[in-house]
């Protein structure tokens, strides 16, 4: 028996671990308690993976999918030869555009797969390289080009008197206070700063906020102009900083007039003096911070909302001014100079392109995923024939049902998988894939994340290198997502270049050698950080924001011309017609994440109890459909319905229902709600209200029906008929 340092890779937290191994079987995995930063902490996905590394259906070969339906395993090997054979074909008959590339969930503990991943696209000379950013929280990236950046970054928490939090729940997601939430939220507020939490839900981390304003679901751009409307009302503009680094308060000003805190707090539900409290503490305090979750950028007008979330930072001067810690100081990234000035708008979209259907186009959050179903079931020259998918796409895009057609209609369709899935099992190869165990892994990858999206990384200079903690079963053929890049691109005799330095193509690198290549220059060299066997704490990587060049003249843009003018629009729309309630579909169905899970790809059956996605409402709304907790029910919307079964929570607002997404039918089992829990994505469609520019439809705060299900009379069925159904020859 021996104890080996590791890290947990089922969420972005990367918390240190502790794993106790008995000839090659994996018996428990604890937190590390000398680890710096985390004091131990793990949750239970973490103490989990001894049941999610020994899963019993593991693909411990690769597989591929006869022209009947069956499967038969195939050595990586030959997998790969057959691969490069359909990719060439495809080039040659339709250039570089037919084949694209999803990067999402599924790399997340590949820390070697993206840069090669997209090596590859660059060689053979394709921009079809889709990711998760454009149904995540693309509207971060857009407002902050429109509204330009502060280059001292963000303010260090230690320093923050308020911090507000919209539509996230970090304590259960990490998202924005990744390390150990619970405790880093106790510090902050015990230090004195004061949290802002806007939820429908009182979630676990709007429990501990000073203010919770409690919404409607989809009211965040009317909340946050209030905001904004009372931070020029109470006199609450931080002047010096406005005057000299801001552009457009004045059209700020007059376009939140009217988003008085009665005619908010009639709209949003919520009382006017809960606003108002909000509006102090954010003027009362001298220093702050912002933090956006799924929740507003899901319910539409995710960019305007994060616009109106930077403009208040802005009008409140809460960014790292000079001599200021820079609040995630680079580790493993090189040195970013940080300096107390503005660096000006860029275009968010526009310039790209634009030969998507719909209007859709490629943003500063990369290409748009709502176009690719279309792309790959077009009859045209711009079809996608081939796609390597690193995602659940069956679980997690909108509208199952299309997303199975689109995946069936490719040439070829190429997933890495630990198991068959429902997804999985729509490929024509499967390539068996090492686990988290099983591979190197490196805190780079969470500090290029927190590069785009500031709820990654580390707010002190942490890092940490693993080597593999585990060799993989023995007489198993299993292969890491790089590899299978590197491979192809062997066979195609193309090379692949990771920051300007060409691979060696003739001698296989190994995945130490291409994780060097990606820390090339970093601020702390690799093998310094391997030295610290729990993760170190590397003070020559602190630093502080330096002072703003003489003949800085870039301005934060507070008056974006489209921005405000999406703001005109909400202002005076219809609320109800907007909102789309009606007697039929009375309920909003909003988005939670769930500690058991993540995503789709980590859900460890065994140990833990499985959250079954039960679908939460409020008992007073459950006694007036005349259900209790556990009754099955059919929830509609006005483009699909599910079988789930309902749980009573008081933290809700009335004719509000939270659900998690990623769950459903699993590949060759019939569907029962109880013990698979309800795909929800299959109430969404790609089309309804999506946004004009990235195309992300309204996943949260979707109207629904929910009604009383009889149970079956025989045992679970597989109630939605849909392509998850067994393929012909499972067994
Ligand atoms: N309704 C609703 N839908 C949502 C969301 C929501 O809040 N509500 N959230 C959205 C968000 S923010 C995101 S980021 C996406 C996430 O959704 P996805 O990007 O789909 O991510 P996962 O579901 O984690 O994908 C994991 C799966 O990827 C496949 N896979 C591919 N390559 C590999 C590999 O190399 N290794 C392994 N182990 N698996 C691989 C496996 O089938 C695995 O189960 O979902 C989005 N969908
Ligand atoms: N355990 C676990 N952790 C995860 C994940 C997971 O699946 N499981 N997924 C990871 C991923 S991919 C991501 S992107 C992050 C996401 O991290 P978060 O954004 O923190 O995720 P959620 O828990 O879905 O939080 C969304 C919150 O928004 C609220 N909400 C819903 N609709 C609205 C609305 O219209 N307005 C407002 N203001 N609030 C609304 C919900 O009630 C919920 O509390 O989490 C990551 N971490
Ligand atoms: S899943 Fe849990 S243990 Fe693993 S990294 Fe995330 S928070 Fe840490
Ligand atoms: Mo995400």
Same mark, same amino acid.
């Given at each position: 028996?021996?104890?080996?340092?590791?890290?947990?890779?089922?969420?972005?937290? *990367?918390?240190?671990?502790?794993?106790?191994?008995?000839?090659?079987?994996?018996?428990?995995?604890?937190?590390?308690?000398?680890?710096?930063? /985390?004091?131990?902490?793990?949750?239970?996905?973490?103490?989990?993976?001894?049941?999610?590394?020994?899963?019993?259906?593991?693909?411990?070969?690769?597989?591929?999918?006869?022209?009947?339906?069956?499967?038969?395993?195939?050595?990586?090997?030959?997998?790969?030869?057959?691969?490069?054979?359909?990719?060439?074909?495809?080039?040659?008959?339709?250039?570089?555009?037919?084949?694209?590339?999803?990067?999402?969930?599924?790399?997340?503990?590949?820390?070697?797969?993206?840069?090669?991943?997209?090596?590859?696209?660059?060689?053979?000379?394709?921009?079809?390289?889709?990711?998760?950013?454009?149904?995540?929280?693309?509207?971060?990236?857009?407002?902050?080009?429109?509204?330009?950046?502060?280059?001292?970054?963000?303010?260090?928490?230690?320093?923050?008197?308020?911090?507000?939090?919209?539509?996230?729940?970090?304590?259960?997601?990490?998202?924005?206070?990744?390390?150990?939430?619970?405790?880093?939220?106790?510090?902050?507020?015990?230090?004195?700063?004061?949290?802002?939490?806007?939820?429908?839900?009182?979630?676990?981390?709007?429990?501990?906020?000073?203010?919770?304003?409690?919404?409607?679901?989809?009211?965040?751009?009317?909340? !946050?102009?209030?905001?904004?409307?009372?931070?020029?009302?109470?006199?609450?503009?931080?002047?010096?900083?406005?005057?000299?680094?801001?552009?457009?308060?004045?059209?700020?000003?007059?376009?939140?007039? =009217? *988003?008085?805190?009665?005619?908010?707090?009639?709209?949003?539900?919520?009382?006017?003096?809960?606003?108002?409290?909000?509006?102090?503490?954010?003027?009362?305090?001298?220093?702050?911070?912002?933090?956006?979750?799924?929740?507003?950028?899901?319910?539409?007008?995710?960019?305007?909302?994060?616009?109106?979330?930077?403009?208040?930072?802005?009008?409140?001067?809460?960014?790292?001014?000079?001599?200021?810690?820079?609040?995630?100081?680079?580790?493993?990234?090189?040195?970013?100079?940080?300096?107390?000035?503005?660096?000006?708008?860029?275009?968010?979209?526009?310039?790209?392109?634009?030969?998507?259907?719909?209007?859709?186009?490629?943003?500063?959050?990369?290409?748009?995923?709502?176009?690719?179903?279309?792309?790959?079931?077009?009859?045209?020259?711009?079809?996608?024939?081939?796609?390597?998918?690193?995602?659940?796409?069956?679980?997690?895009?909108?509208?199952?049902?299309?997303?199975?057609?689109?995946?069936?209609?490719?040439? !070829?369709?190429?997933?890495?998988?630990?198991?068959?899935?429902?997804?999985?099992?729509?490929?024509?190869?499967?390539?068996?894939?090492?686990?988290?165990?099983?591979?190197?892994?490196?805190?780079?990858?969470?500090?290029?994340?927190?590069?785009?999206?500031?709820? /990654?990384?580390?707010?002190?200079?942490?890092?940490?290198?693993?080597?593999?903690?585990?060799?993989?079963?023995?007489?198993?053929?299993?292969?890491?997502?790089?590899?299978?890049?590197?491979?192809?691109?062997?066979?195609?005799?193309?090379?692949?270049?990771?920051?300007?330095?060409?691979?060696?193509?003739?001698?296989?690198?190994?995945?130490?050698?291409?994780?060097?290549?990606?820390?090339?220059?970093?601020?702390?060299?690799?093998?310094?950080?391997?030295? *610290?066997?729990?993760?170190?704490?590397?003070?020559?990587?602190?630093?502080?924001?330096?002072?703003?060049?003489?003949?800085?003249?870039?301005?934060?843009?507070?008056?974006?011309?489209?921005?405000?003018?999406?703001?005109?629009?909400?202002?005076?729309?219809?609320?109800?017609?907007?909102?789309?309630?009606?007697? =039929?579909?009375? *309920?909003?169905?909003?988005?939670? $994440?769930?500690?058991?899970?993540?995503?789709?790809?980590?859900?460890?059956?065994?140990?833990?109890?499985?959250?079954?996605?039960?679908?939460?409402?409020?008992?007073?709304?459950? @006694?007036?459909?005349?259900?209790?907790?556990?009754?099955?029910?059919?929830?509609?919307?006005?483009?699909?319905?599910?079988?789930?079964?309902?749980?009573?929570?008081?933290? !809700?607002?009335?004719?509000?229902?939270?659900?998690?997404?990623?769950?459903?039918?699993?590949?060759?089992?019939? /569907?029962?709600?109880?013990?698979?829990?309800?795909?929800?994505?299959?109430?969404?469609?790609?089309?309804?209200? /999506?946004?004009?520019?990235?195309?992300?439809?309204?996943?949260?705060?979707?109207?629904?029906?929910? $009604?009383?299900?009889?149970?079956?009379?025989?045992?679970?069925?597989?109630?939605?008929?849909?392509?998850?159904?067994? @393929?012909?020859? =499972?067994?």
């Amino acid at each position: 028996m021996e104890v080996k340092l590791s890290v947990c890779l089922n969420c972005g937290s *990367f918390c240190p671990t502790l794993v106790t191994i008995d000839k090659g079987r994996v018996l428990k995995v604890e937190g590390d308690p000398e680890a710096p930063i /985390y004091k131990g902490f793990i949750c239970p996905k973490g103490r989990a993976i001894p049941q999610q590394h020994h899963l019993p259906g593991r693909l411990l070969h690769s597989v591929k999918r006869l022209p009947d339906g069956r499967r038969s395993p195939i050595g990586n090997d030959q997998a790969i030869d057959e691969i490069a054979g359909r990719i060439r074909r495809i080039l040659d008959e339709s250039g570089p555009e037919s084949v694209a590339m999803y990067l999402g969930g599924g790399v997340a503990e590949q820390h070697a797969a993206p840069g090669v991943m997209r090596a590859f696209m660059a060689a053979i000379g394709s921009p079809m390289f889709f990711t998760a950013g454009t149904i995540d929280q693309p509207g971060l990236v857009l407002a902050n080009a429109l509204h330009g950046q502060w280059e001292g970054g963000r303010v260090h928490p230690s320093r923050c008197g308020a911090y507000l939090i919209v539509g996230g729940n970090p304590v259960i997601s990490k998202q924005h206070l990744p390390q150990n939430p619970g405790q880093q939220l106790k510090t902050i507020t015990k230090t004195g700063t004061q949290v802002i939490v806007i939820d429908p839900r009182r979630s676990e981390t709007a429990r501990r906020a000073a203010v919770h304003l409690q919404i409607i679901p989809g009211e965040d751009p009317t909340v !946050l102009a209030g905001l904004v409307h009372l931070i020029f009302a109470l006199n609450g503009l931080d002047e010096a900083f406005v005057r000299e680094n801001t552009r457009g308060a004045e059209a700020l000003r007059a376009a939140v007039a =009217d *988003f008085t805190p009665e005619y908010v707090a009639m709209r949003a539900g919520i009382a006017a003096n809960d606003l108002i409290a909000a509006a102090r503490i954010l003027i009362a305090a001298r220093s702050g911070d912002t933090a956006l979750g799924v929740g507003p950028s899901m319910a539409t007008r995710g960019t305007l909302s994060s616009y109106l979330a930077l403009c208040i930072q802005s009008l409140r001067g809460f960014w790292a001014r000079e001599g200021e810690p820079v609040s995630r100081p680079r580790v493993l990234l090189s040195r970013q100079v940080r300096k107390a000035q503005p660096a000006p708008a860029r275009s968010a979209w526009g310039f790209g392109r634009h030969s998507f259907a719909r209007g859709l186009q490629q943003t500063a959050m990369g290409m748009p995923t709502a176009a690719l179903p279309d792309l790959m079931m077009s009859k045209g020259k711009n079809r996608i024939r081939a796609l390597f998918l690193h995602a659940g796409a069956m679980y997690s895009w909108p509208d199952q049902r299309r997303t199975a057609e689109a995946l069936g209609a490719l040439d !070829l369709l190429v997933m890495h998988d630990v198991e068959l899935t429902a997804t999985s099992a729509l490929a024509h190869y499967v390539l068996a894939t090492r686990r988290q165990l099983e591979m190197p892994a490196v805190s780079q990858a969470a500090e290029q994340i927190g590069a785009i999206h500031p709820g /990654y990384d580390w707010t002190e200079p942490y890092a940490f290198y693993r080597p593999a903690t585990l060799e993989p079963p023995e007489g198993s053929d299993v292969i890491e997502s790089w590899q299978t890049y590197y491979r192809l691109a062997c066979k195609l005799d193309l090379t692949l270049e990771i920051g300007g330095t060409p691979l060696d193509m003739e001698q296989e690198p190994s995945t130490e050698a291409i994780l060097e290549l990606y820390c090339k220059g970093s601020v702390v060299p690799l093998s310094r950080v391997k030295q *610290f066997p729990h993760g170190g704490l590397f003070d020559e990587a602190r630093d502080v924001v330096g002072s703003r060049d003489a003949a800085c003249a870039a301005r934060l843009e507070l008056a974006d011309a489209t921005m405000l003018s999406e703001l005109a629009d909400v202002r005076a729309e219809e609320v109800l017609a907007r909102r789309r309630v009606d007697e =039929d579909f009375p *309920f909003l169905l909003i988005t939670r $994440r769930a500690q058991e899970s993540t995503n789709s790809g980590v859900r460890v059956e065994g140990r833990i109890k499985i959250s079954p996605n039960p679908a939460y409402m409020h008992p007073d709304d459950l @006694a007036s459909l005349s259900l209790g907790s556990g009754d099955r029910v059919e929830i509609r919307s006005r483009h699909g319905r599910v079988i789930a079964f309902v749980a009573a929570d008081s933290d !809700l607002r009335r004719g509000v229902v939270s659900m998690t997404h990623g769950f459903g039918a699993r590949h060759s089992r019939d /569907y029962d709600p109880r013990r698979d829990g309800a795909n929800v994505n299959q109430l969404l469609s790609w089309e309804q209200e /999506y946004d004009r520019y990235h195309g992300m439809p309204r996943m949260s705060a979707v109207p629904i029906g929910v $009604r009383a299900a009889d149970e079956p009379t025989e045992g679970p069925r597989c109630t939605h008929g849909g392509p998850e159904r067994n @393929a012909p020859g =499972d067994a």
